[in-house]
């Protein structure tokens, strides 16, 4: 597969996961609980599709660049798996903590924006 096909993929998955990290955020903010959320499943289920998206094709992208999977990774993907560890888990924490979901909403374009940075500059 092209690296092009791989990054739309990529970015798919993206808009995916921080569609449903951004729609339970708002309706736990405006006071729905794990409960009485009838899109729960539906998120959840886009959230996690995503998140395995997001990482097939981002191990795809790595491939087309040449980097190896038998050698260390450079900094700036050690990076990239972070946040997309840290996306991964923040599914859970308006229902947990209601009172970070406007947090979470505010988090999920600036964990985005660094991961945007990380790939494009490749800083480290």
Known sequence: MSYQAYKVIHL???????????GVALV???GATRESNV????????????MLIVLVAGFGL???????HGGAFPGWVWGKLVI??????????PYRRPELARA????IPVLGGIAAWLAISKPF
């Open 12 to 22: 798919f998955g993206i808009f995916l996961a921080f569609a449903a990290l951004g």
């Open 62 to 68: 790595l491939a087309r660049l040449g980097v190896t």
């Open 84 to 93: 997309w560890l840290i996306v991964s888990l923040l599914l859970a924490v």
């Open 28 to 30: 736990v903010a405006n």
């Open 104 to 107: 979470v909403f505010f988090a």
């Open 39 to 50: 899109a729960r499943k539906l998120a959840g289920m886009s959230h996690g599709i995503a």
